[in-house]
């Protein structure tokens, strides 16, 4: 499953820029465009992430901020504001805010920041997975086990552990340079063109259409993502 993220924003233009932009990354993405309205959807429905505007019609993004975490609510938060104050980024974090990113912004270091947050959630909130089914797909990890539409697949002990990295982060963008470390460890006689040809093996054996694969997507220039 993707990653869901809440974007609170009232400019409509940068709301509809961003919104592209991480629907192409492959994230579902819903908007709000005032501060009330943010605060009831981000209470109402479950999101991985929520980008916060800080200066919003009918209640800024740290009252927002605020009464999601009185409200028990501990979605990751990444702020934007145009303030460059320091006492502004200071605010925001007091209040529970997990990162904050100022106006104007590269939309690269945005996906880099919304990454980086939806991995520390991955890896706090997720354990490590040993049965994921997906598709007409089974997986038993412990096992070595791999069933597509009922008849047994062979996967290396490589493949299978790479298979079991990516899916503890599904719906997030794994870097190349973390499955080196992770799962390769980065031995000297492994390449980045290691990794892409292990990627290629999975979708050999496990996408229907190994050329516009359906779970194992390339982000171009970063890595990879899976999503079930």
């Not at 929520?50 to 609510?73: A, H, T, Y």
Request: with cysteine; glycine share 6%; charged share 30%.
């Amino acid at each position: 499953m993707n990653s869901r993220i809440l974007l609170v924003e009232d400019e409509p233009g940068l709301s509809l820029t961003v919104s592209d932009l991480l629907s192409a990354e492959g994230y579902e993405v819903d908007t709000a465009m005032d501060g009330p309205s943010g605060l009831s959807k981000a209470m109402r429905s479950m999101f991985d992430l929520v980008i916060l505007d800080v200066m919003l019609p009918g209640k800024n993004g740290f009252d927002v901020c605020r009464e999601m975490r009185q409200q028990g609510n501990d979605v990751a938060v990444l702020m934007l504001t145009a303030k460059t104050q320091v006492v502004d980024r200071v605010v925001g974090l007091k209040l529970g805010a997990d990162d904050y990113l100022t106006k104007p912004f590269d939309p690269a270091e945005l996906l880099a920041r919304v990454e980086a947050l939806l991995r520390r959630v991955n890896k706090e909130n997720r354990t490590p997975v040993t049965r994921f089914e997906f598709a007409d797909i089974a997986v038993d990890f412990d096992r070595g086990e791999v069933v597509k539409a009922g008849s047994a697949i062979s996967l290396t002990a490589k493949e299978l552990q790479l298979l079991r990295y990516l899916v503890d982060r599904r719906g997030t963008v794994v870097p190349r340079e973390e499955l080196l470390q992770n799962v390769w460890e980065y031995q000297s006689d492994v390449s980045s063109r290691t990794i892409d040809v292990h990627v290629a093996w999975l979708r050999q054996k496990l996408e229907d259409s190994p050329q516009s694969p359906r779970h194992i997507h390339t982000v171009r220039g970063v890595g990879y993502r899976f999503s079930a």
